[in-house]
Each structure stands twice: as structure tokens, then as C-alpha cells.
């Protein structure tokens, strides 16, 4: 399939790579079918790129990358709703908002994005019961001497 993107142009997009998330993300729930964009020379960071609507993207990343100790724990509901085994392996992202600064960049590790690539479908969490924030910056503030 041909998807004509506002930030990457025009995109061939194969079906088996496209991910559900039946009920889409945070402030974006009409939107549920994405595929997930790596490019090597912005690692660690990728792209989610809506595929119901092209123009737009979401900045993401594997959080263990900056964040080795990040662990979401999930709920029996949020296993029941993925509709999958307690267990099973899943890939984490979390949004990442990237301002003018990109040294000021944040990750929303309060919601973070668990995908079930096997069977292409994903959700995004809302980990109440955590101290996780929304907004942990990805580089510190340089402490001064």
C-alpha cells in the first residue's frame, strides 16, 4: 500500500506491517492502524506513523535504551484487552516529545506504548499506580561546578 506522508513523503507501507491499536492512543483514538519507522541514523529514536492519517507522526523510542531500568508493569485488564497470555513478549515504546532544544527532549514513560508484534496489535498503557512521569527528560541538565 502507497501512503503519502507529510514528513517522508511517499511511503510503500506492506500490510503485515501495519499495527492495531484498537483503541488508538491518548487524545488520538480515531486513530488506529500505524506502522513503526526505523532509521539507523536517528536510532534510538523511530517514528510511529499513522496510517488513517498520513499527516500525522509520533517521535518513539525503546526505552531501556536511555532508561535501562524501565520496567511497566501491566495489569490482568491490560493483558485481556491486548487479548493476549499474562507473559507474553512484548515490545515497549514510549512517546517522546522533541522541542525546538532537542536537548531538552522528554519521554512520556507514564503511558507507554506495548506492542505485540506477532500479532500486530498494540495499547497504550496509563500506568496509575506509578511514579513514572509523563515528561523525564531524555539528556539531564549539565550540573553546574
Keep these: 500500500m502507497k501512503l503519502e506522508t507529510r514528513q517522508f513523503g ?6 503485515a506491517s501495519i499495527l492495531t491499536f484498537p483503541s488508538g492512543l491518548l487524545g488520538f483514538e480515531d486513530l488506529t492502524s500505524f506502522v513503526l519507522l526505523e532509521r539507523p541514523e ?19 523510542m525503546e ?7 524501565y520496567h511497566p508493569e501491566l495489569t490482568a485488564e491490560d493483558w485481556q484487552a491486548l487479548a493476549l497470555p499474562e ?12 522541542p525546538k532544544d532537542p536537548a531538552k527532549m ?11 508484534r506477532e500479532h500486530g496489535q498494540g ?11 509523563v515528561r523525564q527528560r531524555l539528556i ?6
Design 106 to 116: 522528554t519521554a512520556n514513560l507514564l503511558g507507554p506504548l506495548v506492542i505485540d
Design 140 to 145: 539531564p541538565d549539565p550540573v553546574a561546578v
Design 10 to 15: 511517499p511511503l510503500e507501507i506492506e500490510s
Design 87 to 98: 507473559g507474553s513478549p512484548l515490545d515497549v515504546r514510549v512517546l517522546v516529545t522533541v
Design 42 to 60: 536517528i536510532a534510538p529514536l523511530e517514528w510511529l506513523q499513522s496510517v488513517d492519517d498520513p499527516q500525522i507522526v509520533f517521535t518513539v
Design 63 to 69: 526505552p531501556k535504551a536511555v532508561f535501562g531500568n
Design 123 to 133: 495499547r497504550q498503557l496509563v500506568l496509575h499506580a506509578s511514579d513514572y512521569p
